[in-house]
């Protein structure tokens, strides 16, 4: 394999960094990022990397383990490296040690959402293909036929939300509501509070569907937000009992 190197790319490297092998894994990544390494391809062996960036096989070795934990490699049966494809758990592990760290609790994600998801209820209004929204349409019918049922609800009332998101077509957003899934499943199931709370939470969803429907993002957008102010006050009395 014959790679032609950025070499003021290269040269950018800060060999000062902590050790030559954080070094190397940081230019490893790089040539993934660039496609100069491709998922679909081999890994290149200990020793093309060692031809490539001028470092001995132990370096290598502790380089490639940095990635591995970092989930960008994967190891295979112990031996085969393989480069691993995006995925929102290296996103949800950093974002969830960083909330705890930082004091975030289940508010300040509801604010994330109000921003958030009243942007992609617009773009999904714009965007929903037929298959979008049935699945729209089966999670709808499943809150409404199991309202009372709190763990089929939560899971519909996420799996709705997924499809709206899913509609706007843009991975980006995909992978942050992924990212803290985690929370908003807890804030959901903090709010579930029965019978009269639920069915006003039922027709918000058909008001956001409906709105997504008819391709009207303005309504969308209004709908999506005011379902959250509403989910917000159901948080906040589940959380004063």
């Known amino acids: 394999m014959d790679i032609q190197w ?4 290269v040269n950018a490297v800060n060999l000062s960094s902590p050790s030559l092998a954080e070094a190397t894994a940081q230019r490893i990544l790089d040539a993934i990022m660039d496609s ?27 380089a490639t383990q940095i990635l591995v934990s970092k989930g960008i490699l994967d190891v295979k049966h112990g031996k085969r490296i393989t480069i691993r494809p995006p995925s929102h758990e290296q996103i949800a592990e950093s974002l969830s040690l960083a909330f705890r760290r930082g004091g975030v609790n289940v508010f300040d994600v509801l604010e994330l959402r109000k921003v958030l998801e009243s942007e992609v209820a617009s773009l999904a209004a714009l965007s929903a293909d037929e298959q979008d929204l049935r699945v729209m349409k089966e999670c709808l019918t499943y809150m409404q036929q199991h309202y009372n049922e709190e763990a089929g609800y939560v899971d519909a009332d996420v799996e709705f939300h997924n499809a709206i998101f899913a509609a706007a077509k843009q991975p980006a957003f995909t992978l942050v509501l992924k990212s803290v899934s985690d929370y908003l ?27 997504i429907q008819s391709r009207d993002p303005a309504a969308a957008k209004i709908a999506m937000r005011k379902h959250l102010e509403e989910t917000e006050e159901d948080l906040r009395e589940s959380m004063k009992g």
């Open 36 to 62: 100069k390494i491709k998922q679909s391809d081999p890994f290149p062996s200990q020793y093309l990397l060692c031809e490539w960036f001028g470092v001995s096989r132990t370096v290598v070795r502790e």
């Open 6 to 9: 950025d070499s003021n790319k």
């Open 185 to 211: 499943h807890d804030s959901r199931k903090l709010s579930y509070r029965g019978e009269e709370t639920t069915k006003r939470a039922i027709r918000a969803h058909e008001q956001i569907y409906e709105a």
